[in-house]
């Protein structure tokens, strides 16, 4: 069973510029969730996704933001890049069962701006 | 907001030895769960073990255990007969109702061959 996948593995940014990070879930996951981990902040909570629709989403400013499409993988977007969104962005993907609903995290998006 | 704790930013470990990682969480509910990520230096995040909060009952996970504390908010996890693939970064979560992971800061485990 393949597990979760993230594109690209690595992005180059200049500051002001808008990132894309993509991710697939494990096949039949509906919950998608994206984290930063950023050097020196540690892994934080920024979106979470369910059926197509936001559910959650963590102490990030609006230019972080994401959609899910109807086959569940997902994309998140960074408007307006700063120097300090340079970090590790990880998605993880679970079902939305309760009792079954560990996240299996991808291998992450390493985003550097320069 | 959920705090997790890690009060150990690196332990070392004899090859075959054991070796514990300590978390301590603060919370106001009553369910939830516990895991025990690791992240070696490929980056990718893998889950090592989860914790009901309603269950006593330890959980396993072949060489990988947990002490629950529920009443000390504790959530210790050990590593018995290291191996030096165990070597990584190790993180404790917390996952609240709303489905979000709270980490710790996380703990590196280095194994001595």
């Known amino acids: 069973e393949a597990g979760v996948t993230q594109s690209p593995t690595h992005l180059i940014k200049t500051r002001g510029q808008q990132a894309t990070l993509r991710c697939s879930p494990i096949?039949?996951?509906?919950?998608v969730y994206w984290y930063q981990q950023a050097l020196g902040l540690g892994l934080q909570f920024l979106l979470w996704?369910?059926?197509?629709?936001?559910?959650n989403r963590g102490n990030f400013p609006p230019r972080f933001s994401g959609r899910q499409f109807p086959n569940y993988s997902s994309e998140l977007n960074v408007n307006a890049l700063e120097l300090e969104d340079s970090a590790l962005y990880l998605c993880?993907?679970?079902?939305?069962?309760?009792?079954?609903?560990?996240?299996?995290f991808g291998p992450g998006t390493r985003l550097t701006v320069l | 907001a959920q705090t997790v704790t890690q009060s150990q930013p690196e332990m070392s470990v004899q090859e075959a030895e054991t070796v514990t990682l300590s978390c301590t969480y603060d919370?106001?509910?009553?369910?939830?769960?516990l895991f025990w990520y690791k992240q070696p230096p490929s980056r990718q995040m893998i889950l090592v073990i989860r914790q009901e909060a309603y269950k006593q009952q330890n959980a396993t996970e072949n060489r990988f255990s947990v002490n629950f504390q529920k009443a000390a908010k504790s959530f210790s996890l050990k590593i018995s007969d290291s191996q030096l693939g165990d070597a990584a970064m190790y993180f404790c979560a917390y996952r609240s109702g709303d489905y979000k992971l709270s980490f710790g800061a996380g703990t590196t485990v280095t194994v001595r061959a």
């Open positions: 096949s039949g996951h509906t919950s």
């Open positions: 919370t106001s509910e009553s369910d939830y769960y």
């Open positions: 996704y369910d059926e197509g629709e936001e559910r």
């Open positions: 993880a993907s679970s079902l939305r069962l309760a009792g079954a609903d560990t996240q299996y």
